[in-house]
Structures are given as structure tokens and as C-alpha cells.
């Protein structure tokens, strides 16, 4: 069936370049920003099947509500779809309820993402929220915009996946099965591409500018403070096909010489080691051209693994150490070991593979001490780069529930996850260790890390092995200095 409903999604306004799909979302200290990529996964979706379909990324071009308002009217659509955080939420409400206000005709407004889904009913009681869909909502967004094809005045009854409300209060549908065949999705890279300008998005350890690919969704694994499992893929993990895979891979290669670099953004990629070692047979035979980064655990201690990843194209794998106390990784049931992590970055370092860790202050079992040594731990690692944020408790989290449960939560008022700039704050006290201290120690472990004689000589390395890294260190070293003498 043809459908004429117009529908648009909308990475809403917010503080400048606030990430609503990084891994904490804020405004990045460094302004890194990240593709919408779910957002973009149901608009290929949609224009697929047919949707007059836009893509507006408001932080990412730097539009206000005014702005993004008058960007929506020109397009003239029936449904809005709006991206939400719990940083954001109260921007997120704000953006719905002017759209429902200043558009004419007024359009129906459906709220996503991960905050949305871990707390339906609260953004569902918003003024100028029609619909919350709950979960992943590629199908269901697809079966709404048949919905209201069919009839524009929809509550969404019966409609899997999706909350409504009418005249006589909410409408509960109950939850939508996760998509088994992920093959069966269109390419998210390619719907970027049409949408969006790849020179505006940027990570600290991509070279830039660079494309996102997602292989599969879901993580096997139980990390208690990780969010994208927990509300949008509810923990169940599911891999793409590698024929799939390559098909799209294919289509990012035209994009060239636009896109230096693929990151594989999976939960986490390395779950199959068979996988992947047919996947960098493959890459390598291909002789694509594009170095790729994936994220990854810190365990995979196989060197001809690495290797074999090496060889194909790998430059640097995202790893989450979290902390350097065994005690903490355990809490969160991260399921490594310090010893393992170690081996990892060895392996790496003699291959000349980078590593960016990412390291969290403000988990379970947190104290002065355990931070101490995690900055040391970090630093004997030989990064590359180093990302370290403090543990924010995210509804629909486990570390969410925790905290909240032992009291441990300062606020309930989202406003106060961010500060006035998008910047992460610490909403979070324990009994000998305060909201301050942990705020203050994130920008003490930033200087000394990056100070340190250890990430000096990790650079040179690096810029040794390939002079062109020199440029993506000097953007890091311009941002650095803005965060250490720019406040």
C-alpha cells in the first residue's frame, strides 16, 4: 500500500552538540557527536516501504526550537517522531508540546528512545505526547504511520510495541517482539548519507569524518549501568548476516573520498570470535580502502585474533574497562577480569592496534582510593585515548534501581542530570564519597592522564606509525586545552 502520510524524525534541540545516542548523554566535553542511528534504522525504514520520510538533527546543525520548528513546517508532517534521553527530557517534552502548538495542521507527536521506554507512562501524561513506542521501533513506527493512514484521529489500540491515550486515558499495547531477521532492515548508513552531512558528526577516536554500521543489536552480556540493552534491545542479541553485512559495507564505500573510517557501533562486536574471523577474511579480501574501529570487550586476550582484525583494516578498538578495582567490576557484573584486561591492551600495543578506553567514576563499591587506582590503571595501559564520565543511573537501568533503592540518588529532577552547558553532573552520593568529589576527580583523572609520560609516548607511537593520526590528535589537543583553561 502507498502511503502519503509524512512523517519526520527529529533529533530535538538541546544544549550545542548534545548526544543523545553516546554512551552517557550530554554534551560531550570533547564535542564529540554521534550519528541518531536509531533514528536513522526506522527512517530507512519508513522510506522503504514508501514514507516521505526527513531526518532533522537540531544539535547537530546547531538549531534552536525556533529553528527546528520552522524546519518541521516546511516539511509539513503528519507524525513527528522525537528522540528522547533522561538529560533531555525535559527539552524532548518542551520540543512536543511546541510542535503540537505551532505547527498547522498540527501533527500527531510519538516519543522514542531509551528514557521514553523506561518510563512511558510520565512521558506519555506530557502535554502534546500522542504516542510513546516502547523498545526498538523500527516495525512499530512503520505500523503507526499505516495506522494513521488509515485513520488520522488513532489512539493506537492494538498496536504492539506502542502507547496512546484518548478521551478515556492511556492505551496500553502490550510489548512488540524484537526483530528476529535483522536482514530484513534496510541500511541506516545509507539513509544518513541522504539525510545528513557526514563532515558534521566526529568521535575522539575516529578519523573524521567517518560512518557508523551496526552488525547486530543487543548484548548478550549484563553490565547493570548500560543502557542500550536494558531499554531498547531488553538484552536479547542478534547478529545480522555477514552477506548483509558486506552489502552494506559496499554502499558505504561509494561514500568515498567523503568517509575515512567505518565504526562498527555493536553493543559489542567480538561476541563470536568465528564471526569474526570470517568477517576479517572477508574485509581483507575485499580490499576496501576504509579502516574500521569496533567496540569491544577487554578480554579478547586470542592474538591471532587481534591480529587477523589488524590485518583486515582495524585501527582502534572502543573498549569499556569501567575500573581498576576488581571488587567494582564484579558489583556491576561486568564479567572480566584485571588480568585479562591487561593482556588485551598488551596484545594491542604490540600489534599497533589503538585502544580508547573508556573508564565510569561512581559505580557500586566507589571510594577516593578505587578512583586513585583507576587512574593508574589507565594509565599503564597505553591508550590512545581515555574517556572517563561519571556513572550516571539512567532509568530502566539496574544501576538505576540501586541507587534509587539505597538512596544514593541526589535528585529526581532530570534537569539536574546536566549543568546550563549539556555537561554531565553527578547525581549521585554515597557515604564517603559526594557528588562533588566524584565531579572534581573526573577532571583531575582527565588532566593526569593526558599529562602523563605514558599517553605522551603512546602518541608519538601512534603518529609514528601513521603521520596522518597527527591531525586528529592536534583536534584532540585544541579541545583539551579549551576543557582545561576554557572552564
Known amino acids: 500500500m502507498a502511503l502519503s502520510i509524512r512523517v519526520a524524525l527529529l533529533n530535538g534541540p538541546a544544549t550545542p552538540h548534545f548526544a543523545r545516542t553516546g554512551r552517557w548523554q550530554a554534551t560531550a566535553r570533547g564535542a564529540s557527536l554521534w550519528y541518531p542511528i536509531w533514528l536513522a534504522a526506522a527512517g530507512a525504514r519508513l522510506e522503504a516501504a514508501g514514507v516521505p520520510v526527513t531526518l532533522i538533527d537540531a544539535p547537530a546543525e546547531g538549531l534552536d526550537l525556533p529553528a527546528t520548528l520552522t524546519r518541521l513546517q516546511a516539511f509539513h508532517p503528519d507524525l513527528v517522531v522525537i528522540d528522547t534521553s533522561t538529560a533531555s527530557i525535559t527539552y524532548d517534552l518542551q520540543t512536543a508540546q511546541a510542535v503540537k502548538s505551532s505547527l498547522r495542521p498540527p501533527p500527531r507527536t510519538c516519543l522514542v528512545g531509551p528514557h521514553a521506554s523506561a518510563l512511558p507512562e510520565s512521558v506519555l501524561s506530557a502535554a502534546g505526547v500522542d504516542f510513546v513506542a516502547i523498545g526498538e521501533y523500527d516495525e512499530t513506527l512503520y505500523e503507526l504511520a499505516v495506522r494513521l493512514q488509515e485513520d488520522p484521529s488513532t489512539d493506537g489500540a492494538n498496536l504492539a510495541g506502542l502507547w496512546g491515550k484518548n478521551a478515556g486515558g492511556e492505551v496500553r499495547n502490550p510489548p512488540r517482539p524484537l526483530i528476529a531477521d535483522l536482514d530484513a532492515l534496510p541500511f541506516a548508513s545509507s539513509f544518513l548519507a541522504r539525510h545528513l552531512d557526514v563532515h558534521w558528526y566526529g568521535l575522539d577516536f575516529t578519523l573524521h569524518p567517518y560512518m557508523t554500521i551496526m552488525t547486530s543489536r543487543g548484548c548478550p552480556f549484563r553490565c547493570t549501568y548500560c543502557l542500550w540493552p536494558q531499554t531498547l534491545s531488553r538484552g536479547t542479541f542478534r547478529e545480522r548476516?555477514?552477506?548483509?553485512?558486506?552489502?552494506?559495507?559496499?554502499s558505504v564505500c561509494?561514500?568515498?573520498?567523503?568517509?575515512?573510517?567505518?565504526?562498527?557501533?555493536?553493543?559489542?562486536?567480538?561476541?563470536?570470535?568465528?564471526?569474526?574471523?570470517?568477517?576479517?577474511?572477508?574485509?581483507?579480501?575485499?580490499?576496501?580502502?576504509?579502516?574500521?574501529?569496533?567496540?569491544?570487550?577487554?578480554?579478547?586476550?586470542?592474538?591471532?585474533?587481534?591480529?587477523?582484525?589488524?590485518?583486515?583494516?582495524l585501527r582502534c578498538?572502543?573498549?569499556?574497562?569501567?575500573?581498576?578495582?576488581?571488587?567494582?567490576?564484579?558489583?556491576?557484573?561486568?564479567?572480566?577480569?584485571?588480568?585479562?584486561?591487561?593482556?588485551f591492551a598488551r596484545i594491542c600495543r604490540a600489534l599497533g592496534i589503538q585502544v580508547h578506553g573508556d573508564f565510569v567514576i561512581g559505580?557500586?563499591?566507589?571510594?577516593?582510593?578505587?578512583?586513585?587506582?583507576?587512574?593508574?590503571?589507565?594509565?599503564?595501559?597505553?591508550?590512545?585515548?581515555?574517556?572517563?564520565?561519571?556513572?550516571q543511573p539512567l532509568p530502566g537501568t539496574a544501576f538505576y534501581d540501586w541507587v534509587k533503592s539505597h538512596g544514593?540518588?541526589?535528585?529526581?529532577?532530570?534537569?539536574?542530570?546536566?549543568?546550563?552547558d549539556g555537561r554531565q553532573r553527578c547525581v549521585i552520593s554515597y557515604p564517603d564519597l559526594t557528588a562533588a568529589e566524584m565531579?572534581?576527580?573526573?577532571?583531575?583523572?582527565?588532566?593526569?592522564?593526558?599529562?602523563?609520560?605514558?599517553?605522551?609516548?603512546?602518541?608519538?607511537?601512534?603518529?609514528?606509525?601513521?603521520?596522518?593520526?597527527?591531525?586528529?590528535?592536534?583536534?584532540?589537543?585544541?579541545r583539551l586545552f579549551r576543557f582545561f583553561f576554557g572552564g
Not at 318 to 331: K, M, N, Y
Request: include cysteine; charged fraction near 30%; proline fraction near 3%.
Open 317 to 343: 578498538v572502543v573498549v569499556g574497562f569501567e575500573s581498576g578495582t576488581q571488587a567494582i567490576l564484579d558489583a556491576v557484573r561486568k564479567g572480566t577480569r584485571l588480568d585479562r584486561m591487561r593482556e
Open 254 to 313: 561509494h561514500l568515498r573520498p567523503a568517509i575515512r573510517e567505518i565504526f562498527f557501533d555493536d553493543d559489542t562486536f567480538c561476541v563470536r570470535p568465528e564471526r569474526v574471523r570470517e568477517f576479517v577474511d572477508r574485509y581483507r579480501l575485499g580490499r576496501y580502502g576504509l579502516p574500521f574501529s569496533v567496540n569491544a570487550r577487554a578480554d579478547i586476550t586470542d592474538a591471532s585474533l587481534l591480529e587477523a582484525m589488524r590485518d583486515a583494516g
Open 363 to 391: 559505580l557500586p563499591g566507589e571510594t577516593k582510593e578505587t578512583i586513585r587506582r583507576t587512574v593508574a590503571f589507565a594509565k599503564r595501559l597505553g591508550l590512545s585515548t581515555f574517556q572517563i564520565a561519571i556513572a
Open 408 to 420: 544514593y540518588l541526589t535528585t529526581s529532577d532530570f534537569r539536574e542530570w546536566v549543568d546550563a
Open 241 to 250: 548476516s555477514l552477506d548483509h553485512v558486506f552489502k552494506e559495507i559496499e
Open 439 to 478: 565531579d572534581v576527580a573526573v577532571r583531575q583523572a582527565i588532566r593526569e592522564f593526558y599529562l602523563s609520560a605514558s599517553f605522551l609516548a603512546s602518541a608519538l607511537r601512534n603518529i609514528l606509525r601513521n603521520p596522518r593520526e597527527i591531525w586528529r590528535y592536534a583536534w584532540g589537543g585544541m
